[in-house]
C-alpha cells in the first residue's frame, strides 16, 4: 500500500507539487461554500415560530393516536382496573423510549441537510461507505460543497467496518434490501394511516347517534378520503398555515380533557407513572398482556412519519415542539381516557369520544376530523418525498413528479401513486370496516420500519458520528429491548389484519428490486460494451461520416466512455451533427447539487472532432427543468467551457504547463491560472483517456468581456471562431438521441430469472415514463435507438 503511494507520489512528480501549493486558496473557498449548506444558526425567536409550524407537519400522525389505542389495546372490554393502569404504564414509557429519547434526542440528528427517513439515512452511508450498487460516481461529486465524508485513521474500528462492508457485493445487497423494506413499510404507511385515523375520527359520529349503522361511518370515512387524494394536486403550500394552529388546538384540546378527566373519574391512575406495574400487568396475564403490546404500540405509530417528515426544520425546533407540548398532551390525554376506563370500562371502544364533556363535543369532533386530515397529509407527502428518493437512486420506476409549491422545494406530487394509495386506502378502510384489524395491519408496518431505523443506526453512528462502540451498544440495546416485544405481539396477530403490510411491502419490494437489478444490469453492458477513444480517434474529425449542420445530444448512463448506442448509431446512418454531445444525468446521495456547480464538462478527441461530454448532477430532492432551460443551461455550460480553455492555454507560460502538454503527458494534474477578475479557473485531465479534458465550471461564473485580454489572439481566434461555429450549429438544429435499450433474460437463464427480467422489468419499462418525457423533448427533435442486450 505504501509502495503504491510512493509510485503514485513519483508519477506525478513536481507537477503535483505546485498543485499542491496552488490549490489552497480553492480549499478554503469550498469551505467557506459548505458552510453556506450547513445548517444555520437560527435567533430564539425564529426557533421558536418554526417550532409552532411543525406542529402541523411532524407531529399530527402521533397526535391522532389517543382516538385508537386504548379500544385495540382492550377490543373485549377492561375488566381489571389493574390492567388498564399498567398498559397505560406501557404507553409512559414508550412514548418517553422510543419517541422522546431514540427519535427526538438521536435519530434525528442523523438527518441528512434536513432530509429524513431511510433513504436519507441510506445516501448518508454510501457517502461514507462505498455501497452504492451503481458504481456510477467520480472522484469529481465529492468535491461539491453539499457532498459531506469522513476520513478514518486505517486501524480504527471505523475503517475496518468500512473495509467489512466494502469487501463484498453481497453486504452492498442485504443492505439495499434492508433499505427497501423499510421504504415499502413506510409506504404501507402511508395506505394505513389516512385509514385508521379517518375512520376511528369519522367513528365519533355514532356516540351521539348511537343507532346510526357502521356503513354510514364507512361511507363518511370514504368520502373524506376521495376528498383528501384528490386535493393532493393542488399541495399544501396554499393552506398548510392552516395545519400548525389545528394540530396545537387539537393538542391543548386532548391535554385539558385528559386533565379534566383525571380530576373527574380517577386520579389514582397516576400511579402508571411508577413502571413497576408493567412488570405486574405482564405478570398478571401473559399470554392476553403480551398480545395486547399490539393495541399499546398504536400509541408510538407516527414516530416514523416525525423522521421522515422533517423537511427543513432544524433539529432544535422540532425537539422543543416535542418536549413542550406534545410529549405532556399526550401523557395527560392517554392518562385521563385510562382515569375514564377505569370508572366506565364498558365504553373501551369509544372511550376518547365518550370522555369529552357534551358541552365541547362537537368542536372537539370537527377538530378531530381536522387533525385526521392533517395527519393523513403529512403520511401521504412523506411517501410522495420517500418515493422520489427511491427514484432518484434507482429504486423505482420513472414516474410523474409535480412540483406543486415555487417556495418550497420538497412539496411534490406524484399522480400515479397518490390513486394507488387512494384506492388501496379505500378497499382497506371498506373492507375491514373496523379500527381493530386496521391497527393490527398499522402496527406491524411501524415496528418493522422502526427495526430498520435501528440497525440503520447502527453504521451511522460508528462511520458518520464516530460514536464509542459502547454507546452504540447501549442505544441498540435499548432500541431492541422496547421494540422486539412489539415485533413479537404484531406477529400474534398477522391472520388478524396484520398481513396486509406485509403483502403491500412484499409487493413494492418486489417491484422495486426487480427494477433495480434490470437498472443495474443495464449500466453493467452500458460499462462493458464502450466504445474504446482508440477507435474514435481513428475515425477521424468527419468520424467516418458525413457531418450535417446541428447539435446531436446523445443520451447516456455512462460518466466516461462513448456508449454503444452512438456506435450502433453511426454504423446504421451515414451520418451525424457537426457537434455531438453526450450527456450523462445522474443523481448522487446528495439531498441536493447547487446550480453553479450541477454540470461537468469535457472534450472529447481533438478540437476539431466537436465532440464534448456532459454531466448533469442531480441530488435526490432536485427537479429536472424543462426542457428550455436544460437544453439552454447545457449549452451556457459547453460555451463557458470553451472560453475556459482559450483563457488557459492564453495564460500558460510554456509548453510545460500548456493544456497540450497535459495532454500528451496524460497527466492527473490540475492547473490554476487567475483572471483580471481574481477568479480561479480548474480542469483536471482523465487519467483513463489520454484526450479527456475534464473542467469543473460553474455555470453562472461572471464571464467579463476583459477576462481575454492576456490571451494571445491566435487563441482569442480560435476561441471565436469554434464559438460562432457553436452558435450556428445550434440555430441549425438540435436533436436529442436516447437509447432504447430492451433488456431480455439469457436462454440458459433460470425460471425466476426469466420472470423477473422478461416479464416483471418488461411491464415496468413499458409503463414507467420515458426519459425524453422526464427532459419534455419534443417529439420533432426526439430520436430513439433500439438495442438488445441479454444478462
Not at 450547513?38 to 409550524?53: D, G, H, I
Not at 389505542?69 to 377490543?75: D, G
Not at 428518493?389 to 412539496?411: E, I, M, N, Y
Not at 431505523?453 to 453504521?459: D, H, I, K
Request: charged share 15%; proline share 4%; net charge neutral.
Amino acid at each position: 500500500m505504501a509502495s503504491e503511494m510512493v509510485n503514485e507520489e513519483m508519477n506525478k512528480g513536481s507537477m503535483w507539487v505546485l498543485d499542491r501549493n496552488l490549490d489552497q486558496p480553492m480549499e478554503e473557498e469550498a469551505g467557506r461554500l459548505k458552510n453556506m449548506y450547513r445548517e444555520k444558526k437560527f435567533s430564539l425567536v425564529l426557533v421558536l415560530r418554526l417550532a409552532f409550524q411543525s406542529l402541523g407537519v411532524v407531529f399530527g400522525d402521533l397526535g391522532t393516536s389517543p382516538l385508537y389505542v386504548f379500544c385495540n389495546t382492550f377490543p373485549n372490554g377492561a375488566k381489571d382496573p389493574e390492567d388498564v393502569i399498567g398498559a397505560l404504564s406501557l404507553i409512559i414509557y414508550s412514548l418517553t423510549l422510543i419517541p422522546l429519547l431514540k427519535y427526538v434526542f438521536v435519530v434525528l440528528r442523523a438527518n441528512d441537510n434536513g432530509q429524513g427517513g431511510t433513504f436519507a439515512l441510506y445516501s448518508l452511508l454510501c457517502r461514507h461507505v462505498k455501497i452504492n450498487t451503481i458504481p456510477n460516481q467520480h472522484r469529481t461529486d465529492e468535491e461539491l460543497t453539499t457532498y459531506s465524508r469522513q476520513t478514518y485513521d486505517e486501524n480504527s474500528l471505523a475503517a475496518k467496518i468500512k473495509r467489512w462492508l466494502e469487501a463484498h457485493s453481497y453486504k452492498k445487497n442485504a443492505l439495499l434490501v434492508l433499505v427497501l423494506v423499510g421504504t415499502c413499510m413506510a409506504i404501507g404507511d402511508g395506505i394505513l394511516t389516512p385509514a385508521i385515523s379517518v375512520l376511528s375520527a369519522s367513528g365519533g359520529i355514532k356516540i351521539d347517534h348511537p343507532k346510526l349503522s357502521n356503513d354510514v361511518v364507512i361511507l363518511v370515512a370514504v368520502v373524506i378520503l376521495i376528498g383528501l387524494f384528490s386535493m393532493q394536486h393542488y399541495g399544501t403550500d396554499r393552506v398548510g398555515w392552516l395545519f400548525a394552529p389545528i394540530v396545537l388546538i387539537w393538542f391543548i384540546l386532548i391535554g385539558a380533557i385528559g386533565a379534566l378527566n383525571i380530576w373527574k373519574y380517577d386520579s389514582s391512575v397516576l400511579r402508571a407513572y411508577n413502571p413497576v406495574y408493567i412488570y405486574r400487568y405482564f405478570r398478571r396475564g401473559k399470554v392476553n398482556g403480551w398480545t395486547s403490546l399490539g393495541g399499546i404500540l398504536l400509541s408510538i405509530t407516527g414516530t416514523e412519519a416525525l423522521f421522515a417528515d422533517l423537511c427543513h426544520f432544524p433539529v432544535l425546533a422540532v425537539q422543543i415542539a416535542f418536549t413542550l407540548i406534545v410529549f405532556p398532551c399526550l401523557l395527560l390525554a392517554y392518562t385521563g381516557q385510562a382515569a375514564y376506563i377505569v370508572s366506565n370500562g364498558g365504553h373501551v371502544l369509544d372511550a376518547f369520544y365518550h370522555s369529552i364533556p357534551g358541552i365541547i363535543y362537537w368542536p372537539t369532533f370537527v377538530v378531530a376530523t381536522a387533525a385526521a386530515v392533517v395527519a393523513s397529509q403529512a403520511t401521504i407527502s412523506a411517501t410522495f418525498s420517500i418515493i422520489k428518493q427511491a427514484l432518484a437512486l434507482g429504486c423505482f420506476p420513472r414516474v410523474k413528479v409535480v412540483h406543486t409549491s415555487k417556495r418550497f422545494l420538497g412539496q411534490i406530487y406524484i399522480p400515479d401513486i397518490n390513486w394507488i394509495l387512494m384506492v388501496l386506502c379505500i378497499a382497506v378502510t371498506a373492507g375491514f370496516k373496523n379500527r381493530s384489524q386496521i391497527g393490527n395491519a398499522y402496527g406491524t408496518a411501524v415496528v418493522i420500519v422502526m427495526l430498520v431505523t435501528t440497525f440503520l443506526m447502527v453504521p451511522i453512528m460508528l462511520l458518520v458520528w464516530r460514536s464509542h462502540w459502547i454507546l452504540v451498544a447501549i442505544f441498540t440495546g435499548l432500541s431492541l429491548l422496547v421494540e422486539l416485544p412489539y415485533f413479537s405481539a404484531v406477529l400474534f396477530k398477522i391472520d388478524q389484519g396484520g398481513w396486509v403490510p406485509l403483502v403491500i411491502a412484499a409487493a413494492f419490494l418486489l417491484l422495486m428490486y426487480v427494477w433495480h437489478y434490470g437498472t443495474g444490469k443495464r449500466y453493467e453492458f452500458e460499462m462493458h460494451s464502450r466504445v474504446s477513444m482508440a477507435w474514435i480517434l481513428g475515425l477521424g474529425p468527419s468520424l467516418g461520416l458525413v457531418r450535417v449542420p446541428g447539435i446531436g445530444f446523445v443520451y447516456t448512463e455512462l460518466a466516461n466512455g462513448v456508449p454503444h448506442i452512438f456506435s450502433h448509431f453511426i454504423t446504421n446512418l451515414p451520418a451525424i451533427h457537426s457537434v455531438v454531445v453526450f450527456i450523462c444525468v445522474k443523481y448522487l446521495p446528495v439531498y441536493t447539487v447547487p446550480i453553479e456547480e450541477r454540470f461537468l464538462v469535457k472534450r472529447i478527441g481533438p478540437k476539431n472532432f466537436h465532440m464534448f461530454r456532459c454531466v448533469a448532477r442531480y441530488g435526490y430532492k432536485d427537479l429536472h427543468k424543462k426542457d428550455d432551460d436544460f437544453e439552454k443551461m447545457l449549452f451556457d455550460s459547453i460555451s463557458l467551457f470553451v472560453r475556459l480553455e482559450s483563457m488557459m492555454e492564453g495564460y500558460s507560460d510554456s509548453d510545460e504547463y500548456s493544456l497540450c502538454g497535459q495532454l500528451t503527458q496524460k497527466s492527473t494534474d490540475f492547473l490554476f491560472t487567475e483572471n483580471d477578475n481574481g477568479n480561479t479557473v480548474s480542469s483536471n485531465v482523465d487519467p483513463s483517456d489520454s484526450s479527456y479534458h475534464d473542467s469543473r465550471i460553474p455555470a453562472q461564473s461572471p464571464m467579463g468581456g476583459n477576462s481575454l485580454v492576456r490571451s494571445s489572439g491566435q487563441t482569442s481566434q480560435t476561441m471565436g471562431e469554434e464559438m460562432d461555429f457553436l452558435n450556428r450549429c445550434k440555430d441549425a438544429g438540435v436533436v436529442h438521441i436516447f437509447g432504447n435499450t430492451i433488456v431480455r433474460a439469457r436462454r440458459d437463464s433460470g425460471i425466476i430469472k426469466k420472470i423477473a427480467v422478461d416479464y416483471i422489468y418488461a411491464f415496468l419499462q413499458r409503463i414507467c415514463r420515458e426519459n425524453s418525457v422526464i427532459f419534455n423533448v419534443p417529439h420533432e427533435s426526439l430520436l430513439n435507438v433500439g438495442q438488445i442486450f441479454y444478462v
